[in-house]
């Protein structure tokens, strides 16, 4: 007697489900992912020429920046090194203006978290007009 062999079906994976899942939670974390706005400032380098000095500014804002960190403003020296000090001087000395020149000279030697920490009090504070002096150098 002859018995017939039953056909074995042949195994595999539907992948439409997965497929579904993947997409649904791409959507569910685009949706509720949320991104950060960061504040954006405009820097207006100077060109370093050899062609006349450097002319100094009336009502400008002057910042400092020694090897150190130290901070001195318009000649006059801050007790901290902080932002805060640093944002309490700037407020007391622009008042309300926030139009006038802001130049910002650093030591080579200063540390480059303080000359940040500078243009950040700047920005937050809202002036607009900054600028980072250079040296010429000896070779031009």
Request: hydrophobic residues 45%; glycine residues 6%; charged residues 20%.
């Amino acid at each position: 007697m002859k018995f017939q062999r039953q056909r074995r079906e042949e195994i595999n994976i539907n992948l439409t489900p997965l497929i579904d899942v993947v997409f649904l939670l791409l959507i569910f974390f685009m949706i509720s992912t949320t991104f950060t706005r960061e504040a954006h400032l405009t820097i207006s380098l100077p060109e370093a020429s050899a062609e006349g000095e450097a002319q100094q500014q009336t009502g400008s804002i002057d910042v400092v920046v020694g090897a150190e960190g130290q901070y001195t403003i318009n000649g006059e020296s801050l007790v901290s090194s902080d932002a805060l000090t640093l944002r309490r001087a700037l407020l007391k000395l622009a008042g309300e203006a926030r139009d006038v020149p802001f130049i910002i000279t650093a030591d080579a030697q200063a540390a480059h978290q303080s000359v940040v920490t500078v243009m950040d009090v700047a920005g937050k504070l809202g002036f607009s007009k900054l600028s980072i002096t250079t040296q010429k150098t000896s070779a031009d």
